[in-house]
């Protein structure tokens, strides 16, 4: 008995050491990462300009740091962290946005209906082989366009009338072709000429008209832009040369674009299409092409695809629906979550799923909320974290944090309009735990040194 008592006491006092021992290292951890994270914040920068932040140990459950974590900013495109998280715990990881092509046949006429759901992914070989299911020599009386899946409204509340003519902008619609836009390459040719340029997708629905030339400085830079306050497809390439651009101009009336394309591929598989008009499906489902959600969370997160993210968006109030999926009811779905599974009963502003609305503002408390929510969701975490770019290899964290301690240790959403440059995600300890972070940096002028210090405040957490 007394032996087994000496034993008891020596496995509590080895319990007790091993919980302080424990507790001592936390909160020595807690004590580095916060006198290093203070230190950072006295950068001159921030006599004009303010951050947002929370690091959290995931692993131990402690707030290892946080700076004015509730106020609210402008989160830009650190949004579509908000939006992919509630995306997966919604609709599932199997979901999948399905473009369907229907046939009505009667004695009168041969109908053919493309039912589009916005999907963002949906490119030009897609389109190739859901034509390919219509046999060559068939004659088509009309060919329908079916948008019923949203509303009409192409686009967000607060987006900036002149981002117009650019493809991370593109005019929303049910019917999407290579992200509603076209990619121009321009590429020098001899001095005093035109220079070269390719588009793709190629199509006569829109037109370039090239009033370039290449070695001639008195021309100015080289632009490539479309009439768009004309509301016209009529890109222009204008100015001197000496070097390959690319650019993606945004089509207006994307599902028109949509049609104009699939109009020619019929054609050149030998289908003739006497009619085409919008109107909702009717007859068989003959075709489908499907793209998963999770490679649309990917393009959303790793390369911060704004279409993608509005896509997931909309869905997010189409499931079990017969009225027309809408911004304002996506959003809805978002605001529901930050408060009921994430808890949040402080305000703040959802009004769209890229962060491109001026409209949008949260908080790093919430966003941290959300990174640790889907951390404990097993079932669809790897999903969101393979997602997330990698710093110094993929996505929009390819060239970060290269030669420190941070190097493909971090995965994080960025974002960056005029004035503001967020960071959040996850980072890999020395200890080998997960840390959640969320920084909201706001009121600058460049962005450059805000995302040199970011990396330095990432250093300090991997160490």
Same mark, same amino acid.
């Given at each position: ?36 994270? /203070? ?11 303010? *951050? ?23 989160? !830009? ?74 509303? /009409? ?40 000429? !035109?220079?070269?340029? &390719? ?7 829109? &037109? ?24 016209? %497809? ?7 040369? *000496? ?6 101009? %945004? ?66 109030? !189409?499931?079990?629906?017969? !009225? ?11 605001? %529901? ?11 703040? /502003? ?26 404990? %969701? ?63 940096? &706001? ?21």
């Amino acid at each position: 008995m007394a032996a087994g008592r000496q034993i008891m006491s020596a496995m509590k006092k080895m319990f007790l050491y091993i919980i302080l021992s424990v507790s001592f290292q936390l909160l020595h951890a807690q004590q580095a990462v916060e006198g290093s994270l /203070s230190t950072l914040l006295n950068d001159d920068m921030f006599v004009s300009s303010d *951050v947002s932040m929370v690091v959290y140990d995931l692993d131990c459950d402690t707030l290892l740091f946080e700076h004015r974590s509730h106020k609210l900013v402008r989160p !830009a495109s650190v949004q579509k962290v908000l939006t992919s998280v509630v995306a997966l715990e919604k609709l599932g990881s199997g979901y999948t946005f399905d473009t369907r092509l229907f046939r009505q046949c009667s004695d009168e006429a041969l109908n053919y209906y493309v039912k589009g759901v916005m999907d963002p992914l949906f490119n030009e070989q897609d389109m190739v082989e859901l034509a390919a299911n219509i046999p060559c020599g068939t004659v088509i009386d009309t060919l329908f366009a079916d948008c019923s899946f949203s509303d /009409s409204l192409y686009w967000g509340a607060g987006w900036s009338w002149d981002d117009s003519p650019y493809g991370y902008q593109p005019y929303l619609s049910p019917l999407m072709l290579c992200g509603g836009a076209v990619e121009v390459v321009v590429t020098p040719s001899s001095k005093g000429e !035109a220079p070269c340029y &390719t588009c793709n997708p190629k199509s006569s629905f829109y &037109t370039i008209v090239n009033e370039a030339e290449c070695g001639n400085s008195e021309l100015g830079k080289l632009t490539i832009m479309r009439d768009w306050l004309e509301d016209s %497809n009529v890109i222009r390439i204008k100015g001197n040369c *000496v070097k390959r651009v690319k650019e993606r101009m %945004n089509m207006y009336k994307s599902a028109d674009f949509f049609m104009a394309v699939l109009m020619e591929k019929l054609d050149s598989l030998g289908v003739m299409v006497n009619n085409v008009a919008f109107g909702p499906s009717q007859g068989e489902v003959v075709a489908k092409h499907s793209t998963p959600l999770t490679a649309v969370v990917s393009e959303a997160l790793m390369e911060s695809d704004n279409l993608c993210a509005e896509a997931l968006l909309y869905h997010l109030c !189409a499931p079990g629906s017969s !009225a027309p999926a809408t911004m304002k009811g996506g959003c809805k779905v978002v605001e %529901n979550f930050i408060k009921g599974k994430l808890g949040v009963t402080c305000s703040f /502003s959802v009004a769209d799923g890229s962060g491109l609305s001026l409209y949008n503002y949260t908080t790093a408390d919430i966003l941290a909320r959300a990174l640790r929510y889907i951390y404990g %969701n097993k079932r669809i975490f790897s999903k969101f974290y393979g997602s997330l770019p990698l710093s110094g290899v993929s996505g929009t964290l390819k060239n970060r944090t290269k030669g420190t301690v941070a190097y493909k240790k971090v995965r994080a959403k960025t974002g960056t309009v005029k004035g503001v440059c967020t960071l959040a995600g996850y980072a890999r300890a020395s200890n080998g735990h997960m840390i959640a972070f969320v920084m909201l940096n &706001t009121g600058m002028q460049s962005a450059r040194p805000v995302r040199e210090w970011q990396d330095k405040a990432c250093e300090i957490i991997c160490r």
